[in-house]
């Protein structure tokens, strides 16, 4: 479920009124056995501009799919977290997600996390290092995969759209 590039920006009572409508399918589809293997949603990138937006999406699908499916979450149920430029991107997310899960009283760890690997900064750290140790372990458990971004990626190495493909 995509509130990020495919989404685009949208008044917040759209996308607010869009994550609740979107949680309350998901139930309606777990509740008649018709999810795929595997489901989750993509939040917005926590830059400045948009970390508020984007824990608030976070917050309003999680909340209303809880409680509209009976204090459950799908099987595999995952957040991705994209754009990341450092830990404290996915820490702010880890944070977010055992805070949803106290109050919904979901057993510790239960919303898991995937990377996009999107940004230089994400592979190459300002002091010459890789930071994708320090990512996952700013997930405190929770990141299960990584995936890898190539047109952000590349878009941001200045590789124009007509030259990017998978290959890079």
């Known amino acids: 479920i995509d509130f990020e590039d495919g989404y685009g920006i949208r008044p917040d009572a759209e996308e607010?009124?869009?994550?609740?409508?979107?949680?309350?399918?998901?139930?309606?589809?777990?509740?008649?056995?018709?999810?795929?293997?595997f489901i989750g949603i993509?939040?917005?990138p926590l830059s400045?501009?948009?970390q508020a937006r984007s824990l608030r999406t976070l917050d309003l699908f999680v909340t209303t799919l809880v409680r509209?499916?009976?204090?459950?979450l799908p099987a595999?149920?995952?957040?991705?977290?994209?754009k990341l430029m450092g830990p404290g991107?996915?820490?702010?997310?880890?944070?977010?997600c055992a805070s949803l899960e106290r109050a919904l009283k979901l057993r510790p760890g239960a919303i898991a996390l995937e990377l996009m690997i999107e940004t230089p900064q994400s592979i190459l750290a300002a002091d010459g290092s890789c930071p994708l140790r320090a990512l996952v372990a700013a997930g405190a458990g929770?990141?299960?995969?990584?995936?890898?971004?190539?047109?952000?990626?590349?878009?941001?190495?200045?590789i124009t759209a007509s030259s990017q493909h998978m290959r890079h």
């Open 48 to 50: 400045n501009e948009l």
């Open 76 to 82: 595999n149920f995952v957040v991705t977290i994209p």
């Open 68 to 72: 509209v499916a009976g204090r459950r």
């Open 16 to 37: 607010d009124g869009h994550a609740v409508s979107v949680a309350q399918e998901v139930a309606g589809g777990l509740e008649a056995g018709t999810l795929p293997p």
């Open 142 to 158: 929770r990141v299960r995969g990584a995936h890898f971004g190539t047109y952000d990626y590349t878009a941001l190495c200045g």
């Open 42 to 44: 993509r939040i917005k």
């Open 89 to 96: 991107h996915v820490s702010a997310v880890a944070r977010a």
